[in-house]
């Protein structure tokens, strides 16, 4: 009898500590649950990209802001770490995986880096949302059913400018950086050269950090061209300009590029800014929505200066995230990315979403072109026209699934 209560009074020891753990741990999930929600972003903090990726990083912690730094009732806490190449970045992106535990990634300004970045959402399954990189790849052959981008591709872009490329001369002299961006600017361009009555007369493609052009610059000037289709990132885009008029070659031959940003020009100055581009978004565009110009003024109040079109980018990027997982009503990946398909924009002419089979954001750009007496030193640009005037020439413009060629798997 004394043996048998024993082994009953162990027995009940050993049970009542294990629903004291089972409790604990239930605890733990509960206080999980109702902790914060963390969000990683991945933008340059060092190099030619730097203060691209300030600008992009304050655009969506500026979107969190306005969400009074809470989704699905919890606070957000957002981890931000470097985009310096592609190796660094998809580490980074791993890491934000396992350390830091994120629900989704919003970053990616270049497009090496962000198909480096994209290899890790697909094979961890987290939300990837690409806030700059325009390579056609990302939403092309390499898309991923966890990977949405918001900059509109090179071949959109290109099918803008290069209508007022042809405008400009006929001779083009391309001068483009030496990786996946620039690479896709090439092809892009030579394909609509024939369809806009112009021929090619030299290329240059150029590595990423080079300090000096006058090199570029003197093959440029002897090949004499009409016009230089550009595709320079950051600092490496401001050196060349600043190189391009100290060797008088400013008003010469006229500059275009898509892709580029305002913290460009406001480095290189109002002396030495030239040129026609394509852009996402201009803070001074008089078509922009009561969202945007309540953005522009949090963003002036807090840094004094106005949005770039990288902040636009930053912030809509984040606010379709926070948007699709209040959607979701989950920190699900699955869930988030299936309101991210749904998810629509609808404070513009027409609405703006990205589309489901590609996950690209369907969108115009705009058309700017540097002002020729720069009175504000903020306001660079006028605003000529947006890449596409309606909602049907903004998708045929985006291409069809055939032409663009992403095959995604089921989520």
Known sequence: MTRMNSERRAFIGAFSGAVALLAMGCGTASAQSDGPIRIGMIYSKQGPGAAIGQYLQRGSELAVEQAGRKVLG??????????????????????????????AVVGGNYSSSALAMMSVAN?????????????????????????FRTQATVPVQMEGLMPYVSQVGKKVYFLTASYAFGQDILRASRALLKKVGATEVGVDEVPINTAD??????????AKP????????????????????????????PYAAIAVTDTDFWDVGTQASTG???????????????????????FEKKYNEPPSDKTWSGWMGMRALLESIEAAKSTDAKAIVTQLEKWKNTEEAFPFFFREWDHQMVRPAVIVGVKKNISDKWDYFDVLKNTSDSAADTEKA???KEEIGCNMPAL
């Not at 050196?239 to 008088?248: H, S």
């Open 74 to 103: 919890r606070p957000i806490e957002l981890v931000w770490l470097d985009e310096p190449n592609p190796q660094v970045s998809q580490q980074n992106m791993q890491r934000l995986v396992d350390e830091n535990k994120v629900v």
């Open 123 to 147: 094979r961890e399954k987290i939300p990837l949302i690409l806030t700059g990189a325009a390579a056609s790849e990302i939403t092309g052959k390499s898309c991923s059913r966890y990977t």
């Open 276 to 298: 026609i581009y394509v852009k996402p978004w201009y803070y001074n565009n008089p078509k922009n929505t009561a969202a945007e110009k309540k953005m522009t003024a949090d």
């Open 213 to 222: 052009y006058s090199s570029y610059i003197l093959k440029i000037r002897q």
């Open 226 to 253: 009409d016009v230089i289709v550009g595709g320079l990132v950051g600092g490496d885009f401001s050196n060349f300009l600043k190189q391009w008029n100290e060797m008088g070659m400013k008003d010469k031959i």
């Open 398 to 400: 985006f291409g069809t």
